[in-house]
């Protein structure tokens, strides 16, 4: 079993539609946990981080961490032709490793 | 200008051949990271680095090393590269990874895309 595992998609949503993506991890000592987007051909950038149990907003994206049930959620509302890109769940253990899951590509057709 | 930087951009070479990818950062940042990235297998990180003569195995650390005698530079090195190790890399570099509620967002180079032949 993969440590952090995200549906690799391709994730197809309409313009102005609400993208929801999902990311489960194995290690229930994780801490902080951070979404990346990644445009074809070019580096990752982060977009959001989270560490406590919850929702977090930042204009149209929102994390949402259960570590519970150990899976971190993005959505993305209102979605725009520009947010077609690949998402990267990220996450961090006690320790200082960061390990990226498979990523999830979005598809975000007019 | 922020911003972390990777030479060569592409390098196509054979097996065995000695390689190094350079990367420098000029944010001052204590954490360095390699990574590299696979078609499926999302990014895989080699080494990273907490600080100045400080290194540490990733995940898949097999096949090179790295050094960090200085703060902005953390070369990664290719002693005898095979086939296998063709593969995208990213070098990344962050503040400080202190505690386990870090939030420090790595910043990413534009990539090195090797091709061992």
């Known amino acids: 079993q993969k440590e952090v595992e995200q549906n690799s998609g391709p994730l197809s949503v309409p313009e102005g539609a609400i993208a929801s993506l999902n990311c489960t991890y194995s290690?229930?000592?994780?801490?902080?946990f951070f979404w990346y987007r990644q445009y074809s051909g070019k580096s990752p950038e982060l977009i959001m981080f989270i560490y406590s149990n919850g929702d977090k907003e930042d204009g149209r994206f929102t994390a949402q961490l259960n570590k519970a049930s150990q899976y971190v959620s993005l959505l993305i509302r209102d979605s725009q032709p520009s947010d077609s890109a690949t998402y990267l769940c990220a996450v961090k253990a006690a320790g200082n490793k960061l390990t990226f899951g498979g990523g999830t590509r979005v598809l975000v057709k007019p | 200008e922020a911003q972390v930087t990777q030479n060569p951009r592409y390098l196509i070479t054979v097996t065995g051949k000695k390689l190094t990818v350079t990367c420098s950062q000029n944010m001052n940042h204590e954490y360095m990271s390699w990574y590299r990235q696979d078609p499926g297998l999302g990014l895989r990180q080699i080494y990273y680095?907490?600080?100045?003569?400080?290194?540490d195995k990733g995940d898949v650390p097999e096949g090179y090393k790295v050094s960090r005698k200085e703060k902005r530079n953390f070369p990664l090195i290719l002693e005898s590269p095979s086939p296998n190790q063709t593969s995208l890399y990213f070098c990344a570099s962050s503040l400080k990874q202190g505690g386990g509620y870090s939030n420090q967002p790595q910043h990413f180079g534009d990539g090195t895309r090797l091709s061992i032949l």
């Open positions: 290690d229930r000592g994780s801490q902080s």
């Open positions: 680095s907490m600080n100045v003569e400080v290194t």
